[in-house]
Nanobody, 119 residues
């Protein structure tokens, strides 16, 4: 059974920081591509950042230089460090695990954690 459990969301003032965590079980975490997505009210879910098993990263332009995605394979955990937060970062943040050893790749999602940035 695959489980992704996010934590670390909350209310923060603009300019502040939060660190999201996602603990994963039930998959070969070390070879999975991990990602963080977000969905603001009335908007589509968007990709925030991804991190491959080899350490390659990708970020949406709006968070480059402010957010950092990392992983700890010993703890089966992926993190999203969010600095210099802006009100437009307010959204529900979701963790995703992509298992590329399957065809088609298998994608599993966490339940989401709310991030609210006040101005």
């Amino acid at each position: 059974q695959v489980q992704l459990v996010e934590s670390g969301g909350g209310l923060v003032q603009a300019g502040g920081s939060l660190r999201l965590s996602c603990v994963v079980s039930g998959i070969r975490f070390s070879i999975a591509v991990m990602g963080w997505y977000r969905q603001a009210p009335g908007k589509q879910r968007e990709l925030v950042a991804t991190l491959t098993s080899g350490g390659g990263t990708n970020y949406v332009d709006s968070v480059k230089g402010r957010f950092t995605i990392t992983r700890d394979n010993a703890k089966n955990t992926v993190y999203l460090q969010m600095n210099s937060l802006k009100p437009e970062d307010t959204a529900v943040y979701y963790c995703a695990a992509v298992q590329t050893q399957f065809s088609p790749p298998r994608v599993d999602w966490g339940q989401g954690t709310q991030v609210t940035v006040s101005s």
